[in-house]
């Protein structure tokens, strides 16, 4: 569907967790509809923001997987900035109030609903960066702690100020354990690779893979049988990491049969 039927959406709340990373809420219009795991089509229109002066009238979109599960009111975003960005570098000045525009249309095919082979039992979640969107809404659906026996969240940044939504993560995990009655057990993996901190890991997700770490120190085995494994953000983890699980005997998943689905997230 065309970007000139988007829907005007407005701002609601704006997050900023480091001086790259914020996320924002919105309003959701009457029937927007998406699968956990699929992105939406955003426009801005600079002229339109609050903090922007005789700029071009015109709409800009870029593609953003939603953090909100399928059940929320309102809709969630997650957003890297990119200074010389005609997109970010505009939304990176969102103002409570703004408007802008859905799509609406989901996009998008890294959902859970794409496996079926193996049977669910264990799913792994493996995200850089603001690629973690899509498993946060994953996390929200009650349909995947029913699922799963188990549930590994890996979630890399470079700096543990760019760790965000660890907060929520834990809210999630306390939240379905209440809701479900024999929910999956939630394995959150945290990573930092430029600094040491207490509590996370400090190699590269491929790394950990290679050598063995991150199933040891999870204590589940990457397992062409049972695992479903998903994979998000940047371009080189996403291509080193499928060589590293496809040296395990792991697949693509094709035509719903298969290990691996990828997003890659710029």
């Known amino acids: 569907m065309s970007d000139q039927h988007a829907t005007p959406i407005t701002v609601l709340t704006k997050t900023v967790w480091s001086p790259t ?3 924002f809420t919105t309003t959701r219009p ?3 509809r998406f699968d956990a795991g699929q992105f939406a089509r955003l426009g801005v229109n600079p002229n339109e923001l609050k903090h922007t002066k005789n700029a071009p009238d015109e709409r800009i979109f870029r593609a953003y997987s939603v953090v909100s599960s399928p059940y929320d009111e309102m809709l969630e975003f997650f957003s890297v900035v990119v200074p010389d960005g005609a997109f970010t570098s505009q939304l990176q000045h969102l103002d409570v109030g703004d408007t802008l525009y859905l799509n609406p249309e989901p996009f998008g095919f890294l959902t859970l609903a794409r496996y079926q082979e193996p049977a669910p039992k264990d799913l792994w979640l493996l995200a850089t ?5 899509p498993f946060l809404s994953m996390l929200g659906d009650l349909m995947t702690w029913q699922n799963y026996d188990d549930i590994v969240l890996v979630y890399s940044s470079r700096t543990h100020a760019e760790l965000a939504y660890v907060g929520k993560i834990n809210e999630l995990n306390q939240t379905f354990a209440e809701l ?4 999956a057990k939630l394995h959150f993996v945290p990573i930092v690779t430029r600094e040491t901190v207490d509590g996370c890991l400090n190699q590269r997700i491929p790394a950990l893979i290679d050598t063995g770490e991150l199933e040891r120190h999870v204590g589940l085995t990457l397992n062409a049988d049972t695992s ?3 994979l998000c953000g940047n371009p080189d983890m996403v ?11 792991l697949t693509m998943n094709r035509r719903g049969v298969g290990n691996i689905a990828v997003e890659n997230y710029w």
């Open 129 to 133: 960066g603001t690629g973690l969107a």
């Open 21 to 23: 990373l914020f996320s």
């Open 239 to 249: 291509d080193d990491t499928k060589n590293a699980l496809k040296n395990k005997g």
């Open 228 to 230: 479903h494994v998903l």
């Open 180 to 183: 479900v009655e024999s929910p």
């Open 30 to 32: 009457d029937g927007f």
